[in-house]
Structures are given as structure tokens and as C-alpha cells.
């Protein structure tokens, strides 16, 4: 007697695997068709498990947004800490090693990046979602108040230095994603652009 073959809605998953696979799949269909097509029941289908599977995960699709968003700004904070702490560089070329890291990650995923924005200022976004945002622009802050100690940068509330310098890059990714810019430009021109940010538009 020949042993038959799993049908796709048993295909096995190992702890942990669905939900990866999900994530994965769900990120897939955000870059291709947007927030809006995202439907956990399709994305039991296309992975092959029952419709109630997904459930074990993401109570809703609401969950599974902010699960994608979540995942975006991990991955985000890591790219920017990696960025901040390189050893042996001067503020502005740290600043421009952080600036390159936030502008290739907008580029590579602005339909993940529009997501995490939008789902962090929604009231129903978790409290996990809150500190990982904090975390991305607390590692700018750091930054800023330890070139204040330093005597690298002016004075003043290291947090309004954030929010200027976080509205000039969002900037930059928002002028790509609208293709009123061209990402290679505007990585090509990125060393003058944090110089300019930095240094002010003032003769010098």
C-alpha cells in the first residue's frame, strides 16, 4: 500500500516556523499589493495550512500589521545601532553612517516603513510596538547629547536635534518612495547633505 502524501492544509510546521512563514509571506504581499490586500486567510492559502491556522499567531489582521510593523522597527534599530556605534569616526561621519543606514532600509522597504509609521500612531498599537519605536529614535538622542558632553554640536534639548534630524532624513525617503528623488542620487550626495544638516545654510 503506497503512503499518500500530506494534503497542503496538513503540511507540518515546527514551533515557531508558521508564524515566520506568515511574516514573510504577508511582507511579500505588502511590497507587491499593499496594506489593503492583506487578508489571513489568504495567506493560510498561499503557505498551504487550514484558514484557522494563522489564528494560533495573529488574533486578527490588526495583530498581524503591528507583528509586520514591529518586525520592520527591529530590524530598523539594529541597521541604526550598528550604524551609531561604529568605533574611531567623527560625529558627522557617525551621522552619516546612520543616515545611510535609515535611507537604505526606507529604500529597500518604503511600503514597510509607511506601515510602521502609520502603526505607530494608532491607539490600538501595542506596547512592544511603542518601545521599539522609542528605541530608533532614542538611538539618534544618544547620539546627540553624547556629542553635546563632547562639545561636537550645540546645546539645547537633545530630542527637538532628534525630531529636526529624523523630519530631514524621513525626508529625503519620502522625496524616493515619491520619485521625486532617485535613490542612487540621493545616496551618492548623502555626505554633503548630513554636512549641510549639521553645518546650516549660513556663509561660513
Given at each position: 500500500m503506497s503512503r499518500m502524501s500530506?494534503?497542503?492544509t496538513s503540511r507540518p510546521y515546527h514551533h515557531g516556523?508558521?508564524?515566520a512563514a506568515l511574516l514573510k509571506s504577508a511582507e511579500r504581499t505588502l511590497r507587491e499589493k499593499g496594506a489593503g490586500a492583506l487578508?489571513?486567510?489568504e495567506l493560510a492559502r498561499d503557505l498551504g495550512v487550514s484558514h484557522a491556522a494563522p489564528g494560533r499567531h495573529?488574533?486578527?489582521k490588526?495583530?498581524?500589521l503591528d507583528a509586520l510593523a514591529l518586525d520592520g522597527y527591529e530590524r530598523l534599530n539594529q541597521a541604526l545601532g550598528a550604524a551609531a556605534a561604529r568605533p574611531g569616526l567623527g560625529f558627522e561621519e557617525r551621522m552619516t553612517a546612520l543616515?545611510?543606514?535609515y535611507l537604505g532600509f526606507a529604500v529597500e522597504n518604503p511600503e514597510l516603513l509607511?506601515?510602521?509609521f502609520a502603526r505607530k500612531h494608532r491607539p490600538d498599537s501595542s506596547a512592544q510596538l511603542a518601545a521599539a519605536v522609542d528605541q530608533s529614535l532614542g538611538s539618534l538622542t544618544r547620539m546627540f547629547a553624547e556629542a553635546q558632553e563632547r562639545g561636537e554640536i550645540v546645546q539645547g534639548d537633545p530630542e527637538r536635534i532628534t525630531m529636526v534630524a529624523a523630519a530631514n532624513l524621513h525626508g529625503l525617503a519620502a522625496l524616493i518612495a515619491s520619485c521625486a528623488l532617485e535613490a542612487n542620487e540621493a545616496l551618492a550626495g548623502l555626505d554633503e547633505h548630513v554636512h549641510l544638516l549639521l553645518h546650516g545654510?549660513?556663509?561660513r
Open positions: 500530506p494534503s497542503p516556523d508558521l508564524r487578508s489571513l486567510r495573529f488574533k486578527d490588526q495583530a498581524l543616515a545611510r543606514a509607511e506601515l510602521m545654510l549660513k556663509p
